[in-house]
T-cell receptor, first 116, second 110 residues
């Protein structure tokens, strides 16, 4: 089946630093990727839709200058948490939508971010 | 909030028993999907049911969809300890967006 990877799987950083998370579709091309955020014991909340070659679409309440998204190729999207603060600590999960009109999104394994 | 609701929030059963989880949603859908998440891990797609379907099976999984009630259910038959996980429904709407329900934490005791 289709595989989506994320790197790093976990990261600890100091408050005020920026953290970049990569999401790659390994065996298929994805014109659209999604970034979700999940707090402990809660559901996934969509943060933004990443479109290859164009600007990301952010959900209401998500700061685009805080969470920078770049989708430079059909297999890679990056999420950069800028000037991270402890409240940004969370589990970030990406998913990829395979080109060709399939209905299933394939999810990455997630990245756990801890901001000290 | 556009999130759907799932009940129960937590379910604890014995191995071999059946587990039923319910999901309600608020908006029109193209499809409804069920995912599984082991603690601290990513999501695994279980099954997708389209808006014009009423029931779907996959192995020990059975999903129903009632669009008039805006609800779906996931039944896991003959549960195993390895089925312990969180289960989420997700509403698929136009533009490939998924809106996740709040999830059900299933614990299957050996």
């Amino acid at each position: 089946g289709a595989v989506v990877s994320q790197h790093p799987s976990w990261v600890i950083c100091k408050s005020g630093t920026s953290v970049k998370i990569e999401c790659r579709s390994l065996d298929f091309q994805a014109t659209t990727m999604f970034w979700y955020r999940q707090f402990p014991k809660q559901s996934l909340m969509l943060m933004a839709t990443s479109n290859e070659g164009s600007k990301a679409t952010y959900e209401q309440g998500v700061e685009k200058d805080k969470f920078l998204i770049n989708h430079a190729s059909l297999t890679l999207s990056t999420l950069t948490v800028t000037s991270a603060h402890p409240e940004d600590s969370s589990f970030y999960i990406c998913s990829a939508w395979a080109t060709g009109g399939q209905e299933t999104q394939y999810f990455g394994p997630g990245t756990r971010l801890l901001v000290l | 909030s556009q999130q759907g609701e799932e009940d129960p929030q937590a379910l604890s059963i014995q191995e071999g028993e059946n587990a039923t989880m319910n999901c309600s949603y608020k908006t029109s859908i193209n499809n409804l999907q069920w995912y599984r998440q082991n603690s601290g891990r990513g999501l695994v797609h279980l099954i997708l049911i389209r808006s014009n379907e009423r029931e779907k099976h996959s192995g020990r999984l059975r999903v129903t969809l009632d669009t008039s009630k805006k609800s779906s259910s996931l039944l896991i038959t003959a549960s195993r300890a390895a089925d312990t996980a969180s289960y989420f429904c997700a509403q698929g709407t136009s533009g490939s967006r998924l809106t996740f329900g709040e999830g059900t934490q299933l614990t299957v005791n050996p």
